[in-house]
């Protein structure tokens, strides 16, 4: 089985966004300044946390090899969601309704 496209396809999105197939086109975009600020040094970090995980020597026994042990539904996951945040963030009208959810449950907060 090979690797599929995403739906998007290759070219750009409706939303002018750069494709985001592979982890390396979505690092391109964050560093290209798609998503919002900071977002590609945390994907590299979470990334970074996730891959070098390490199985600690006294439960060596319950993974069958030695070595790094990669949950892969979790990088997906840290992967998914920063592709989302870029499509987010390059939806004016979507970021304006965060922004509005966001500044309404702080003043709400901050009300109490």
Known sequence: ???????HGHGE??????????VQELRAALQAGHGYPGDA???????AEQLLRRVPVDQLDQVGEVGTVVDLVAVAKIVAAY???VLLAADR???????????DLLARHCAE
């Open 1 to 7: 089985m090979s690797a599929q496209p995403a739906e």
């Open 83 to 85: 592709r989302g945040r």
């Open 41 to 47: 040094a945390r994907l590299d970090a979470e990334l």
């Open 13 to 22: 999105s409706r939303l002018g966004l750069p494709p985001m197939n592979t």
């Open 93 to 103: 009208e979507a970021a304006v309704a965060v922004e509005e959810a966001v500044n």
